[in-house]
Structures are given as C-alpha cells and as structure tokens.
C-alpha cells in the first residue's frame, strides 16, 4: 500500500520519494500497532490529496485514539534508547504542518509543495 501511494504522489509532485515514504510507513505502522492494537476486526483508512501546491496524507484508524500532546521528546536524554517513539517527531520533521483530530486516531500531514 505505502509503495503505490507513494508512487502516485511522486508522479504528481515534486516530493521526495524517500520523504513520503517515511512518514506514509510511520504512520501507517503507529495506526496498526497503537491504534488498532493488531486487530484484524478493525480497519486503517489512507488518503492522499493534491492539488492547491500541497500533498496531504491522512491516515486514520478505527482505535480510541490517544493524546498526542503528551508523547514523550525522544530527544531528552531519558528516552534516547527507548526502542520506540519516534515516528511523530519525525513525521514532524518531515512534513510542513502536522494534524490531529480531537480524540487522535486520525493524523493529517501536509507538505506544502515549493
């Protein structure tokens, strides 16, 4: 799934492959794992945009969803060799503007095309 959206977004765009493909698999992975908790009763929803000079991906899945402004820095030192943790701040990184919905299970990332 992560290969042909990404195929589709860099057809139509000027993104980096390897940018999207990051931060599609992050979250793709946080949705089946922490959201969903590996059910297989329970579905992941993707979505890609384009158009208005941007790329805007949404990932949602059918969880509780969680805090997302309580997610530990991985930066600070007590979480450094923490073995995960990671994929929201790189999203972060990666993209221009980052989303969630109120109860957070729904992530909408948006890179704005240059």
Do not use: C
Not at 72 to 85: A, D, H, I, V
Request: aromatic share 8%; net charge negative; proline share 2%.
């Amino acid at each position: 799934m992560v290969s042909e959206l990404v195929d589709f977004v860099v057809k139509h765009s000027q993104v980096e492959r390897e940018d999207i493909a990051f931060v599609l698999s992050e979250a793709l992975t946080n949705a089946v794992i922490h959201g969903n908790r590996q059910s297989d009763d329970k579905r992941v929803h993707a979505q890609v945009h384009l158009g208005g000079g941007r790329v805007v991906l949404k990932v949602a899945d059918e969880g509780e969803g969680f805090d997302y402004e309580t997610v530990p820095n991985p930066t600070r030192k007590e979480n450094l060799f923490r073995t995960s943790g990671r994929g929201i701040f790189f999203i972060r990184h990666f993209m221009d503007e980052v989303i969630f919905n109120d109860s957070g299970n729904e992530i909408t990332m948006i890179k704005h095309l240059s």
